[in-house]
Antibody, heavy 121, light 107 residues
Framework: QLVETGGDLIQPGGSLRLACAASGFTVSSNHMSWVRQAPGKGLEWVSVIYSGGERYYADFVKGRFVISRDNSKNTLYLQMSSLRTEDTGTYYC?????????????????WGQGTLVTVSS | DIQMTQSPSSLSASVGDRVTITCRASQSIGSYLNWYQQKPGKAPKLLIYAASNLQSGVPSRFSGSGSGADFTLTISSLQPEDFATYYCQQSYITLYTFGQGTKLEIK
């Protein structure tokens, strides 16, 4: 099970940290990802951290967002900075499966329930 | 980036109908294609992985096929709980991309 927290109303240019607490499996032994969905829109992949530790980002968040994990808390994080109005949406975390520690996941399952981030003045 | 294009964008069908949704990639992606179902206000749910493998617990009326750049999701006999939005997703490259979604509505 995955439970996201941290979503909030934030002004443009601000920062926010999302958390995704996992139960039933170990975050550090799995690929983990963030996917977002703007209101009424489709799914958009944001970032992934491989079980082996490599991190990748979508171009539209590169340099602004950082994915990380805390093994002691079995929790995934997304540190978001320089937020823009277009970053508004529901952010889901998901476990990645398939692949290997160096090539990343091939599919995402399960997903958390999501947390809403609203960037507005 | 690899672009994923689904068709149709929306579809009206009746309970018991056979429905097919198509997903086309902008380049060959082998079998690195997954399908998800999303109901309003809920998280996406994995249905099919690696183009044709049924995720555990998913009813057998769902099936996936294809390879290369063209893929299909078929629901053999629509049930009331199948009305939702469906997304394809490629995992051929790490810059994962989703299709724009196909909204399946009750006729």
């Amino acid at each position: 099970q995955l439970v996201e927290t941290g979503g909030d109303l934030i002004q443009p240019g601000g920062s926010l940290r999302l958390a995704c607490a996992a139960s039933g499996f170990t975050v550090s032994s799995n690929h983990m990802s963030w996917v977002r969905q703007a209101p009424g829109k489709g799914l958009e992949w944001v970032s992934v951290i491989y079980s082996g530790g490599e991190r990748y980002y979508a171009d539209f968040v590169k340099g602004r967002f950082v994915i990380s994990r805390d093994n002691s808390k079995n929790t995934l994080y997304l540190q978001m900075s320089s937020l823009r109005t277009e970053d508004t949406g529901t952010y889901y975390c998901a476990r990645g499966s398939g692949g290997n520690p160096w090539t990343g996941p091939n599919w995402f399952d399960p997903w958390g329930q999501g947390t809403l981030v609203t960037v507005s003045s | 980036d690899i672009q994923m294009t689904q068709s149709p964008s929306s579809l009206s069908a009746s309970v018991g109908d056979r429905v097919t949704i198509t997903c086309r990639a902008s380049q060959s992606i082998g079998s690195y294609l997954n399908w998800y179902q999303q109901k309003p206000g809920k998280a996406p749910k994995l249905l099919i992985y690696a183009a044709s493998n049924l995720q555990s617990g998913v009813p057998s009326r769902f099936s996936g096929s294809g390879s290369g750049a063209d893929f299909t999701l078929t629901i053999s006999s629509l049930q009331p709980e199948d009305f939702a939005t469906y997304y394809c997703q490629q995992s051929y490259i790490t810059l994962y991309t989703f299709g724009q979604g196909t909204k399946l509505e009750i006729k």
